[in-house]
């Protein structure tokens, strides 16, 4: 295993090529660092800035082995195999690890971690067979039936109100291990993205206030429209849980913001730089990929100074024509203060993420005013 820290020209390796895989392999090669990426996809949109694209299975062994190769390694998703990760491990640097990945990938165990480092979560069950429904679990009703893996984007998630309508839920998820979730009195969603290398090199960005629509991020404002006192106690939380985690790496903490006195609690968490800490690429004085490449390398973690109010808006693939025609970008790039970024996707489809855009402003709700205008001007077939 190579020595940290690690230095350009060095060849680092990410598993993953879609659009975080893209925006890492910017920042690694603006950073003059060699990048390879895994990914089955001919297409991936981080091939474009690669150096090598392994295209092949996340699990291939050939292509591990490849991959095995670089001075180190991480990820941009969390559905990747954990052990593929611990496989790497043996051979070069990786971050996170594996351990790190497979929480994260599992509900049970992300919300046993969370509440582990003394953060509190929404009371759940966890249900793994049907006879795991009885009359105690009415005491988590109404409620949401959640796969504990591999869910994502409002994906996996059914709501319950009665015992008869989880049983039903439990049913048609397949009888897969989920995590029933009480419905709590949600005010407000916000994300901490934590870029840690060991507990004397931490750094949090500032929370981001997100907002969702049909269970996919639409808007992330920055700084949140939360009281200092509740922005710092999001940091802290954050910072928490990495450091029981032991995490090394970007991290995005998400919380909800509960009842009238605003009340934090960790819903989960994603072990890479997220879809919320976009507005880093252009708000704040080094970015979440950034970050990504200066941990892996064993180098502490940028300067995190929030440099403007923004608002990141997301893109999606319903917003292309009929034939896979281009929205009229014009609005966007007209705008002085808006950043557009596109993710070199082949094909659109309904839902799927294809770009974002970023508005910098005065304050957060100038910049969400404004972001909420430019979308509009957006077609959405």
């Known amino acids: 295993m190579k020595t940290l820290p690690i230095l350009p020209p060095a060849n680092l390796g990410i598993l993953g090529g879609g659009q975080l895989g893209r925006m890492f392999a910017v920042a690694a090669k603006t950073m003059g660092y060699r990048v390879t990426v895994l990914d089955p996809d001919p297409n991936a949109p981080a091939a474009a800035f690669a150096d090598r694209h392994l295209c092949a299975d996340f699990d291939d062994e050939a292509a591990l082995n ?14 990747v195999n954990a052990d593929a990760m611990r496989f790497l491990a043996q051979h070069t640097v990786v971050s996170p690890s594996g351990d790190c990945v497979a929480i994260a990938q599992n509900r049970i165990q992300e919300k046993a971690w969370i509440q582990k480092a003394g953060l509190q979560t929404a009371p759940y069950q966890a249900v793994c067979k049907p006879e795991d429904i009885t009359e105690a679990s009415a005491a988590f009703l109404p409620g949401i039936l959640k796969t504990a893996t591999l869910g ?24 897969v291990d989920c995590v029933l979730e009480k419905m709590v009195d949600l005010r407000g969603e916000i994300s901490v993205i934590v870029c840690r290398l060991n507990s004397d090199n931490v750094q949090t960005f500032d929370p981001a206030e997100n907002i969702h629509e049909n269970g996919i991020l639409a ?20 910072r928490r849980l990495a450091d029981e985690l032991d995490y090394v790496g970007v991290l995005a903490v998400e919380m909800f913001v509960v009842g009238d006195t605003n009340e934090l609690i960790v819903n989960e968490i994603a072990p890479r730089p997220h879809n919320s800490g976009h507005h880093t690429l252009d708000a704040c004085a080094a970015d979440q990929f950034q970050q990504q490449v200066r941990i892996m390398c064993g180098l502490p973690p940028a300067d995190t100074r929030l440099l403007s109010s923004c608002c990141m808006a ?29 993710y070199g996707k082949k094909s659109a489809r309904v839902g799927r993420k294809m770009g974002h855009f970023t508005v910098l402003a005065a304050d957060a709700e100038q910049a969400f005013e404004a972001a909420t205008r430019l979308h509009q001007s957006l077609p959405d077939t």
């Open 66 to 79: 490849e991959l095995a190769k670089c001075a180190a390694v991480t990820t941009e998703f969390e559905n």
């Open 152 to 175: 994502y984007d409002g994906k996996g998630q059914i709501r319950v109100k009665t015992l008869s309508e989880l049983k039903a839920a439990f049913a048609e998820h397949g009888g």
């Open 314 to 342: 997301n893109i999606l693939g319903g917003m292309w024509g009929e034939g896979g025609s281009e929205p009229n970008w014009l609005p966007l790039q007209n705008h002085p203060r808006a950043h557009l970024h596109l």
């Open 219 to 238: 808007y992330s404002i920055v700084p949140a429209r939360l009281s200092a006192d509740v922005q710092q106690q999001a940091q802290q939380m954050a």
